[in-house]
Nanobody
Framework: QVQLVESGGGLVQPGGSLTLSCAAS????????VGWYRQAPGKQRELVAR???????DYVDSVKGRFTISRDSAKNTLSLRMNSLKPEDTAVYYC?????????WGQGTQVTVSS
């Protein structure tokens, strides 16, 4: 059974930073494309950062230059370093494969950017 557990969210002021972590069990991140998704209130879930099987990274335009995705294959974890956070980054953040495994969605971690 695949289980994804996200952590590291919280309340941060605009301009602040957070690092999110995703621990996976029942699936290996090593040879898969994986990513961070987010869902803001009233909006559809979107893929914001992706790392390919061979380590290439892609970001949605709104986070380019501010977010960095990384993978630790030995620990089977995924991270997202978020700098210069903006109120519009407020959302629940999830990790999953790309394309997603629908049965693998975790609870996500809430990120709130507010003064």
């Amino acid at each position: 059974q695949v289980q994804l557990v996200e952590s590291g969210g919280g309340l941060v002021q605009p301009g602040g930073s957070l690092t999110l972590s995703c621990a996976a069990s029942g699936i290996s991140f090593r040879f898969r494309a994986v990513g961070w998704y987010r869902q803001a209130p009233g909006k559809q879930r979107e893929l914001v950062a992706r790392i390919s099987r061979v380590g290439g990274t892609d970001y949605v335009d709104s986070v380019k230059g501010r977010f960095t995705i990384s993978r630790d294959s030995a620990k089977n974890t995924l991270s997202l370093r978020m700098n210069s956070l903006k109120p519009e980054d407020t959302a629940v953040y999830y990790c999953n494969t790309d394309p997603v495994l629908q049965s693998a969605w975790g609870q996500g971690t809430q990120v709130t950017v507010s003064s």
